[in-house]
Each structure stands twice: as C-alpha cells, then as structure tokens.
C-alpha cells in the first residue's frame, strides 16, 4: 500500500526526500526510520507528529480544495447530502464523526465554487486514508496512522478515547509511564462549563505493541478519566462536579444528558460501574477481540 501512492514534489520534500515527483509513503517511512536511528521514545513520537503522513486534511472538494465545513451541530448544507456506500466502497467506509455522529455513510459533496462533485467518507484503511490529494483526515484518521507509524519505529503507545466527545488522542511510554502529547487533552478540566464535564469516561485503548508483552495490548488498557483530572490541574471542586454531572446523567433513562447522546456512554453511565471495574472489563474485551481477530486471521490463512 505505501508504494502504491505517489508523492508530489512538495509532500516528498517535507518527507525529507529531494524535491522531486516519482517517491512514494514507503520511501517516505524509510527516510525517516533513518533519520531518527538511537531517538528516544518521545523524540520518535514527535517526528510521527509532525510527519505528512499524519497531518489533519480538511473535507474538501477534491477538484478545488473547497473545505466542508465540519461543524456541530451543523447547519442545513444544500450543497452537501449522505448517501448509502456504493458496492465498491462498502468494505472501506466506517462510522465516525463528521457534522455530528454518522453511521457509515458517503458524503457527496456539490462544489458550489466549481461545480465538480466529490464523494467522501470515513475510513479506517490506508488504501482510503494515504491518498495524498485532498481526501479529508480527521482526527480519527490521523491517530490510526500515527498508531501504525510509532510501531514501525518502535514506539510503545496507546489511543485515549473520551465516550460523548468528538476527539481521540495517542499517549506514549516515556519508559517510566503513559505521557500524553496532545495539549488539547488537558484542558477539559478547565472547560466543565461548555459541557465537556458530561463525558462518562476517558478509555485508554491499548495497541499493539504497547503491553509489556508485545502481544497483549489489553494490558495497556484502562480507564483514564480522573488521571485526566489531575493532569490537567482541576480543582477538587470540579471533580466533585464531574462526578455530579456523571450521576445525574445516570438518573436520565433517556439517555439524553450525554454530551453526544452516544450509545456506549450511556451504557456505561447506567452500569455504575467503577474505574477498576471498567479497567477491568475493558481488558477482558480487549482480550476476546484479539482472540476473535486472530481466528479470523487463521481460517482466512
């Protein structure tokens, strides 16, 4: 797959490779598992942000490069309807966040600018997600590719997930404990007032890669909230008021008081389970996917 894209001149360059057309993502990752030989772990991990590969693209018309404007909630766009993924794209779309939670749907887009129309949608693969040209990443996009990049330098890491918000981030091991590197993560503390204080739970994800043992990623896993809390130096006061929040939303059968009304956050609100708990049950989850996916993987063989 990374050599089945070409770079143009400009993105080679950024990559590090002479200003040039006729490189592709694999010399691209080449070059810089070269450049960063004997790095340490967060040195790797702020080469994998600040790569090409990874950098957030906006939804956009892909003849002219019109953004979509990605807003919640988000307005009446006549320019901008779903559609159900054709047979061909099926296999490749997923659901995610786009103008609001969106299940795996096709985004076609009429330029009003130029007139052209551009198909869009979610993707977990990187035949989708590499294209160099304009296809839109987002957040999600780009912490699956950071995820791959930092294991093919040897970064240990692991994918937070705020239930009831429209972000994810990446921690790293620093060799002593989780570090997360995304500024944004830490303010949530400090913004309860906007809302932000009705997330049920932030789940750390584990990776591949990232447990002790390189095959037991659940082992990274756990969940994270007040550790977040603390991070981002908020009072006991607002703690206390988190946990207000959390348990008036569990009062709502409705399930409505949730930030994003998701589904999984409410579950979770409703369970009252506690954060052992959740580690816990997230671990064993976690466990019985990977199971699942190396069956899979077996009778495919």
Known sequence: VLASFQLPAAVAAQC????????TWLDAVQELKKASAGETPVQLWQRVENHPMVQYVPAQCQDCGRHIKDTYPAPEDPDLVEEEPTEEERPFVRSGWFRGPRGPVVFVYRCPDCGQTTRWFRSLHPEVTLNPRRWGRLCGEQEDLKAWLA??????LRVCCPLDWDHV???VWDGIAWKPLDPNCLNFARRLHEGIGSWTRVLAIGTPGSGKDAADAGEASEEVTEAYFARAGGSPEELRNWRATVDAARADASGASTQSRTLCGHVLQVARFDDLRITQELRSAQADFDLGRELCELRQS
Do not use: K, N
């Not at 590090?16 to 490189?23: M, N, Q, R, S, V």
């Open 151 to 156: 294991r093919y330098l040897g970064v240990r």
């Open 169 to 171: 981030w990446t921690e």
């Open 16 to 23: 590090g490779l002479p200003e040039h057309d006729g490189f």
